[in-house]
């Protein structure tokens, strides 16, 4: 039963995805938003929701005193497990498609994005994860931590404003018709904003039945709730994010994909990392701390690349999966 429910929740997220990127595309150009904009605010922001409700409502029952010192572990490993996957993992896994699509594609195996959009992406996770995760190494006066909360909030909303203020350049052929519009008219933007909150709820449930799965095989397998909640939940949790990036790759609208992956990277290095901040002891253990260097290493090699003056090619995002699988390699050597 819990082999089907996997199964199936992982159907509904990829349905979801394409239903999502279907109105968050029309959605964009009628905001008259840049493919960097669309791709690093709309997107990123709807898809990364589905984890960041991990962690919060692990610190919810903290606060209300319902909460285990399990509950906090699962909220710190949550909150650095998305920007992990995404850093490694995503990019993996949107390297791959680049070389799987690559005969159907216009640009072969290169990467073609908004190099200034996807930089400034990657500066700001670079400082704000870098920040909020050295607060977990060392010991900080509860003051101190809020105010690095309050911080990285301040950040994020600049980064939403100056990213809606530059989105780059106008989406390259829309899609001509909302999905489930039944008319063969353009549909109102009610509806389309419609579609888009929909389906962001419809991926939530799904990654929530995912992560539920994952958890019941992870726990019969005497797997900590910490391990579980910074690798597996993520790992479902992110699908939202890859599965949108492989379509857009598909139809060769890479700054699209590009820009959910490190926009929703932006996201949970600063909102997230924020709740941790000031609901949690916030506190790092051997493991987590590997997990946020890799995802650091990971982010560091991304933003190296948007500097090369040659395309980047499909072969360069590979690297993710190596820097995943050394955490692999780790989290299993701790557990056995």
Request: aromatic content about 8%.
């Amino acid at each position: 039963m819990t082999i089907l429910q996997l199964i199936a929740s992982a159907v509904v997220i990829v349905a979801a995805a394409a239903l999502f990127t279907n109105a968050v595309e029309i959605l964009g150009e009628r905001l008259n938003l840049g493919q960097g904009a669309v791709g690093s605010v709309l997107a990123a922001v709807g898809t990364a929701l589905p984890e960041t409700m991990i962690p919060f409502v692990a610190i919810i029952a903290i606060l209300l005193g319902g909460g285990s010192a399990a509950s906090s572990d699962i909220g710190v490993g949550a909150i650095l497990g998305a920007p992990f996957l995404l850093a490694t993992l995503a990019m993996f896994v949107a390297g791959v498609s680049i070389l799987a699509y690559r005969r159907r594609r216009q640009t072969d195996d290169d990467l073609v994005v908004d190099k200034e959009t996807a930089r400034r992406d990657m500066i700001f996770f670079l400082v704000c994860f870098g920040l909020g995760a050295g607060a977990g190494l060392v010991p900080l006066p509860f003051v101190v931590k809020a105010i690095l909360a309050v911080a990285l909030v301040v950040a994020y909303a600049l980064h939403v404003r100056q990213t809606l203020k530059s989105g780059g350049d106008a989406i390259e052929e829309p899609p001509e018709s909302l999905t489930l519009w039944p008319s063969h008219s353009p549909a109102p933007t009610w509806a389309v904003a419609g579609q888009v909150l929909g389906t962001v709820v419809v991926m939530g449930a799904g990654a929530h039945f995912f992560v539920t799965a994952v958890e019941h095989v992870s726990k019969s397998a005497g797997i900590p709730a910490g391990l579980i909640a910074l690798v597996l939940a993520p790992l479902a949790t992110e699908l939202p994010e890859k599965f949108n990036s492989v379509i857009w790759l598909r139809g060769n609208k890479d700054t699209l994909a590009l820009g959910n992956i490190t926009g929703a990277m932006v996201f949970q290095s600063t909102i997230p990392v924020a709740l941790g901040l000031a609901f949690t002891p916030w506190n790092l253990d051997s493991l987590t701390a590997f997990s946020a260097v890799l995802a650091l290493i990971g982010g560091g090699y991304i933003y190296a690349l948007l500097f090369l003056k040659r395309p980047i090619e499909g072969e360069y995002l590979l690297v993710g999966g190596a820097l995943y699988a050394v955490f692999v390699a780790a989290a299993l050597y701790t557990i056995l």
